[in-house]
């Protein structure tokens, strides 16, 4: 298994930027394909964007594409969302999520390690 810790989150600005890091502890992280995903009040968790276990595959989801740009450094166990262009709509509680396995898979329940989730506040 693999712990995983985020953080970066914070208050910003519609327009700005912040950048999240998720660091896992414990043995293969790179066995591991990595996802972060959100949960805004009163909605259910969505996935934002997922990575292969390589970094070399990506998927985002629609809303954020173009502005939001996943990646990983396997030596460093540590999974990046750079967030860019920050809209009061992308105001959640950010989770890093891990599973073992090479499939992008999208579900929230497909991934069985997360972490304590990071806030996102964009203020317009």
């Known amino acids: 298994q693999v712990q995983l810790v985020e953080s970066g989150g914070g208050l910003v600005q519609a327009g700005g930027s912040l950048r999240l890091s998720c660091v896992g502890s414990g043995r293969g992280f790179s066995d591991y394909t990595m996802g972060w995903f959100r949960q805004a009040p009163g909605k259910e968790r969505e996935v934002v964007a997922v990575?292969?276990?390589?970094?070399?595959?990506?998927h985002y989801t629609d809303s954020v594409k173009g502005r939001f740009a996943i990646s990983r450094d396997n030596a460093k166990n540590t999974v990046y969302l750079q967030m860019n262009s920050l809209k009061p709509e992308d105001t959640a509680d950010y989770y890093c999520?891990?599973?073992?396995?090479?499939?992008?898979?999208?579900?929230?329940?497909?991934?069985?390690?997360w972490g304590q989730g990071t806030q996102v506040t964009v203020s317009s």
């Open positions: 999520a891990a599973r073992r396995g090479i499939v992008l898979l999208t579900f929230a329940s497909e991934y069985d390690q």
């Open positions: 990575i292969s276990r390589s970094g070399g595959v990506t």
